[in-house]
């Protein structure tokens, strides 16, 4: 939200005279409807939800310390036991939705959990599996649905040793190095059958073309979902495994699950929708940052949606975010926290699942990783940020309003203004910043009739009014 932005509501040849008023904007926004929870694991129902990310060893230790981490790149000491005190920190904030780090055992230093070391144990660093049953269901308790971070493409970084793997102990579970270059990693992105048979940095290649790994993998995600009753997967690297297998997977998983497709071409990231019930949206990520961070035209979201819409068979279920744990974070190259709150807001109420990177509300600054992992707790879990509060608001909307009930619909575009609608909810963004001039713009292509009176809802009900003209300025 651009709050030193103006937009001046002024007489727009109307017979009928109206006031010329001045207001700080950047969102205006009906508040309508009302919220309502079922539990369901299916895509539909994840539609109404928004996404807090958490890394479970940054987020919170058992016992509350304000102690920073020394090390970023090991392990800091969040627990599930720490996040199961502070699910109300979330909740309070709007989000009815966690998803975790991967929980498996991992190889040494694996505190993000993607170097999978037992796929059938559980990560004693974070707890127990008492502890992480206890955190599903008290989140159940509360309105909140688990999602959980899982791992099919590779192993922890074991070289070619592989007895420590458990149950994936044999060179045959793995791709070998036939096709790859002499380091047998990745590194023609554009070569498909190099992406999905070498290694990534060195981690072991798991091969999916075996069927006794393939029937080991769909099996364990399935234990995993039904023993801890999880709501959703997210899957990392998954252009680095066959669409086939991913379908298999999905459909053994019986809930919804949302990709990794780290990649801006809407076309390529299309394709792994179907196999797949979603995926996380990465191209919109990149126009997000362009748009906002970069303060490019913000004419590139409405070319985006457009490229968006030809790729993906369903908008309204891909992961919108405009931050998370493999990508500095927005405000480490842009420090305008007025940009990053309307590049939030757009992320929690355009069409698709918002997601919301834990520390955002904190202002976390982090460059590259490890550094864009910064542990929660030194901020004693204040609810007071300006950046806590603006997305607490915009989430109260979203619930009441239930936008995701209502299509996108673009109502203007310029290089410094854009301007859509979900329902009754306006929503305007500017790019000029928190030291930009005033924007002003006149909307003709709105659903109001005559008389209709829109509330900004970061204000005590300011009030803007569509005229007989039809225009709202």
């Known amino acids: 939200m651009c709050i030193r932005d103006r937009v001046s509501t002024q007489s727009t040849g109307s017979t009928k005279p109206t006031m010329p008023r001045t207001v700080h904007l950047a969102i205006c926004l009906i508040l309508v409807g009302l919220l309502s929870f079922s539990y369901s694991a299916t895509p539909s129902q994840w539609k109404s939800r928004a996404i807090y990310q958490v890394l479970t060893d940054r987020f919170a230790k058992t016992t509350d310390t304000t102690s920073g981490c020394s090390n970023l790149g090991n392990y800091c000491g969040g627990t599930f036991k720490g996040l199961i005190n502070h699910l109300d920190y979330i909740s309070s904030m709007g989000f009815d939705a966690i998803w975790i780090s991967p929980v498996v055992t991992n190889t040494d230093g694996g505190y993000h959990g993607y170097w999978a070391k037992d796929f059938y144990g559980i990560n004693s660093y974070f707890g127990s599996s008492a502890d992480l049953k206890s955190l599903v269901s008290t989140a159940h308790s509360k309105g909140i649905y688990v999602m959980v971070d899982v791992v099919a493409n590779h192993v922890g970084p074991v070289g070619y040793s592989y007895s420590s793997i458990n149950p994936f102990k044999s060179s045959s579970d793995y791709h070998d190095c036939n096709g790859c270059p002499s380091s047998c990693n990745i590194e023609d992105w554009s070569n498909q059958n190099q992406v999905e048979h070498c290694r990534l940095s060195g981690l072991p290649d798991l091969n999916q073309d075996s069927s006794s790994v393939k029937t080991t993998l769909n099996n364990w995600v399935r234990d995993l979902v039904g023993n801890y009753t999880f709501d959703g997967i997210r899957i990392d690297t998954v252009p680095e ?154 989430n109260a909307h979203r619930k009441k309003a239930q936008v995701w009930n209502y299509s996108q619909v673009q109502r203007y575009s310029t290089t410094d203004f854009y301007a859509f609608t979900r329902g009754n909810t306006f929503v305007a963004l500017t790019n000029k910043g928190s030291a930009g001039a005033q924007v002003h713009y006149t909307i003709t292509y709105h659903p109001y009739a005559d008389g209709t009176k829109l509330c900004n809802i970061f204000y005590t009900c300011l009030l803007y009014t569509s005229d007989a003209a039809d225009d709202l300025t």
């Not at 906002?292 to 919108?320: E, H």
């Open 241 to 394: 495994v066959s669409k086939s297998f991913w379908t298999s997977f999905q459909d053994t998983a019986g809930v919804f699950g949302i990709g990794e497709v780290f990649n801006g071409e809407p076309t390529y990231c299309g394709g792994y929708q179907g196999p797949l019930d979603s995926v996380l949206n990465y191209p919109m990520y990149f126009t997000l940052r362009d748009v906002f961070a970069s303060k490019q035209s913000m004419n590139n979201i409405q070319t985006r949606i457009q490229q968006n819409t030809a790729a993906f068979s369903d908008l309204s279920v891909l992961g919108t975010f405009v931050d998370n744990h493999d990508n500095s974070r927005f405000l480490y190259s842009q420090s305008d926290q007025t940009l990053y709150k309307n590049a939030l807001t757009y992320v929690l109420l355009s069409q698709g699942i918002p997601i919301v990177y834990y520390g955002s509300e904190q202002a976390f600054h982090g460059g590259n990783d490890p550094n864009n992992r910064e542990v929660l707790w030194p901020t004693s879990f204040s609810t007071s940020s300006s950046l806590y509060k603006h997305i607490q608001t915009v």
